[in-house]
């Protein structure tokens, strides 16, 4: 039984339904139309989104396996709370799988909240190498997708998010002021 916080427009949550075939995928999003929309677009056996907010969790205590969280974190403004709610869900050798990014003034506070939390790190990796790499290997179609599908205006702030080289994070991820991390940690 898997949980996936922040679950988007559930592409990822679909894509490992279909691969991992786990016994139950529920992808979770704050957003009730992007919810709205996976339903619409995964319709898969074992496949289900809700909304609910990342910070209190909508399960009751040891609900799932495995908790994925992908690139969300960083927008919670909780995030040690956002860890105890996925402690609580977890069942007793259950995993949380998870990735993100923060800019440097924010890594320590980061670094020490998953350290503090009650779950036992496995395996942490800095990831930030092989980001770039595919950031550059795809960044002609993610400008082409800028300027082909914003409006003028928004070119600039469409380079920044989609994180094309001499863009902002493009920028601090290469200069080491921003690091991309994943983590697997257990509750034991």
């Not at 990735?99 to 779950?119: L, S, V």
């Not at 790499?133 to 600039?156: I, K, T, Y």
Request: aromatic fraction near 12%.
């Amino acid at each position: 039984d898997v949980l996936e916080v922040s679950c988007g427009h559930g592409g990822g949550a679909s894509w490992i339904t279909r691969a991992m075939i786990p016994k139950s995928y529920l992808g979770l999003d704050l957003n009730p139309v992007g919810i709205a929309f996976c339903q619409q677009r995964h319709p898969l056996d074992r496949l289900t989104f809700r909304q609910g907010d990342a910070q209190r969790l909508p399960f009751a205590d040891g609900s799932f396996d495995a908790v994925i969280n992908v690139e969300a974190s960083h927008c919670y403004p909780d995030f040690p709370r956002f860890l105890t709610e996925v402690f609580r869900v977890l069942r007793p050798g259950g995993h949380f799988l998870y990735a993100d990014f923060r800019f440097r003034p924010e890594i320590e506070a980061w670094e020490n909240a998953i350290a503090e939390c009650p779950m036992t790190v496995i395996d942490e990796t800095d990831i930030s190498e092989p980001v770039l790499r595919g950031m550059n290997a795809s960044a002609q179609s993610r400008l082409d997708l800028v300027e082909n599908c914003l409006p003028r205006f928004l070119n600039s702030l469409g380079r920044d998010f989609a994180g094309v080289p001499n863009s902002y994070v493009y920028d601090a991820l290469r200069s080491g002021n921003l690091s991309y991390r994943s983590w697997c940690l257990q509750k034991t």
